[in-house]
């Protein structure tokens, strides 16, 4: 049988393809707000402004390709049971091959009813104002903003706590409550950290299992350390 190896993703990993970071160092997100362009109040305030957002961002994502990084976690599939768990809104873990992918903070590819979060549907254009769910309300990104709830939390917690094998990438482990994800591995679980930026390593890994470098070149020399480990 298959370890289970879960991988718990953030935005560095997909900066390498050219999408970018969460927030720039102003703390603004494309010359925005965060509150403007990522909260219910702001949806509310200007929805035309938060839909032509999303829009832009939905263009962006067909303009870049998965890089080696989400290509190598799955390439590992071959050899482990890979579950991702990603904070990311693009779909580059699914264009490179991966198959069990659970989206934390919600899909660029998918749009909503304001009215019911559980009616999901498929979207690969622009979104506009007007544009009216099957049930007669206005449609909105499925994205996760902040002040609203995580539905896919309780089945990353479920899944982390059935890990073999956990390793976190591209995140620095800051943005809650994705964050807290790790805390539920088990203690026979082996963690592995992958950070270009790491100064104090924090607690929930073993030194060595610490890799200092861009998600791309951790991922090369993570693929050969778990295959001569564990295969």
């Known amino acids: 049988m298959k370890k289970k190896l879960v991988v718990l993703s953030g935005a560095g990993i997909s900066a390498e393809s050219g999408i970018k970071t969460f927030r720039d160092y102003n703390g603004l997100w494309e010359n ?4 403007d362009v990522a909260s219910p109040e702001g949806f509310a305030r200007n929805p035309q402004l938060v839909l032509d957002f999303y829009n832009a961002r939905r263009k962006q994502l067909k303009e870049v390709e998965p890089n080696a990084a989400h290509k190598l976690l799955a390439e590992l599939e071959d050899f482990f049971d890979v579950h991702i768990i990603t904070q990311n809104v693009d779909d580059l873990h ?14 660029l590819t998918k749009a909503k009813s304001v009215k019911d979060n559980s009616e999901i549907v498929d979207c690969n254009d ?7 769910h099957k049930d007669g309300s206005q449609l909105r990104p499925h994205i996760v903003w902040f002040g609203e709830m995580v539905p896919e939390m ?3 917690i479920k899944v982390a706590s059935q890990a073999d094998l956990f390793l976190v990438i591209g995140t620095s482990m800051q943005v809650y409550p994705a964050a ?4 539920y591995v088990s203690n026979h679980c082996e963690v592995f950290v992958i950070d270009p930026n790491l100064e104090n390593p924090n607690s929930f890994a073993k030194n060595e299992n610490y890799i200092k470098s861009s998600a791309t070149e ?3 020399q993570l693929k050969e350390i ?6």
């Open 180 to 183: 807290s994800v790790v805390r």
């Open 154 to 156: 309780d089945n990353a």
């Open 226 to 231: 778990l295959i001569k480990k564990y295969i």
């Open 218 to 220: 951790g991922m090369k």
């Open 32 to 35: 925005h707000r965060i509150e």
């Open 94 to 107: 699914e264009r490179s091959g991966s198959t069990k992918i659970i989206h934390l903070h919600g899909e």
């Open 126 to 132: 622009d979104i506009k104002v007007g544009d009216l």
